[in-house]
């Protein structure tokens, strides 16, 4: 049984440098969400796709950020031009497509900005 | 707005110690309610789905039930291994997206 995967699972860069992280969901899962999560707080929802359709992004999700799902696998998120408030636990969680279903969630990449 | 409170923040528990941890919620029309269980430098982990006012469900020492304005976890005779942060979420309105509460520290002591 294979769960949520990310990578890497660390990630520190210098203030500037671009990022990318990867994701793969559950197999059968349709949809695919980002979130991030900063020390003592919750996940705060980023981004979610439906296959490869990104169908709402949060005002979180500055220019600096993109994320994709070429042919509805696996997402990428980019961090361009990284800043030291970047720093954070990068989350991604997938779903089955009907309806409200549960979101499983992978293990994170934790990113400093330095 | 939608919006989550988890309480208390922080909780610490004897062995054995049975207690409640609590998220109030407001949101136009729930949609669902998850609670998840978060080990230190790890995802979150599924522990519950409810859906409507009255549900309750159960997975060993663990117990979620729901009104139409809150959801307690309640831990029966704690054991030092479910120690982790408890966090609780909806579904917000019109959105697929998840609303996260700041989580409830739970330490429970041998």
């Known amino acids: 049984d294979t769960g949520v995967s990310q990578d890497p699972r660390h990630k520190i860069t210098k203030r500037g440098q671009n990022v990318t992280f990867r994701c793969d969901p559950i197999?059968?899962?349709?949809?695919l969400y980002w979130y991030r999560q900063t020390l003592g707080q919750g996940p705060e929802f980023l981004t979610y796709?439906?296959?490869?359709?990104?169908?709402?992004k949060s005002r979180l999700l500055s220019d600096r950020f993109s994320a994709e799902r070429p042919k509805g696998s696996f997402s990428t998120l980019e961090i361009q031009r990284t800043e030291q408030g970047d720093s954070a636990m990068y989350l991604c969680?997938?779903?089955?497509?009907?309806?409200?279903?549960?979101?499983?969630f992978g293990p994170g990449t934790r990113l400093l900005v330095l | 707005e939608d919006q989550v409170t988890q309480s208390p923040e922080a909780l610490r528990l004897q062995e054995g110690e049975s207690s409640s941890l609590n998220c109030s919620y407001t949101?136009?029309?729930?949609?669902?309610l998850f609670w998840y269980r978060q080990d230190p430098g790890k995802g979150p982990e599924f522990l519950f789905t409810?859906?409507?006012a009255g549900e309750e469900k159960e997975k060993e020492r663990l117990k979620a039930t729901l009104t139409k304005k809150e959801s307690f976890l309640h831990i029966t005779a704690p054991k030092p291994e479910d120690s982790a942060t408890y966090l609780c979420?909806?579904?917000?309105?019109?959105?697929?997206?998840?609303?996260f509460g700041s989580g409830t520290r739970l330490l429970v002591r041998p």
């Open positions: 949101v136009s029309g729930l949609r669902g």
């Open positions: 409810l859906y409507s």
């Open positions: 979420a909806v579904y917000g309105d019109s959105s697929y997206k998840l609303i």
């Open positions: 197999s059968e899962h349709n949809r």
């Open positions: 969680a997938s779903s089955l497509e009907m309806g409200l279903k549960t979101q499983y």
């Open positions: 796709f439906q296959n490869e359709a990104q169908l709402e």
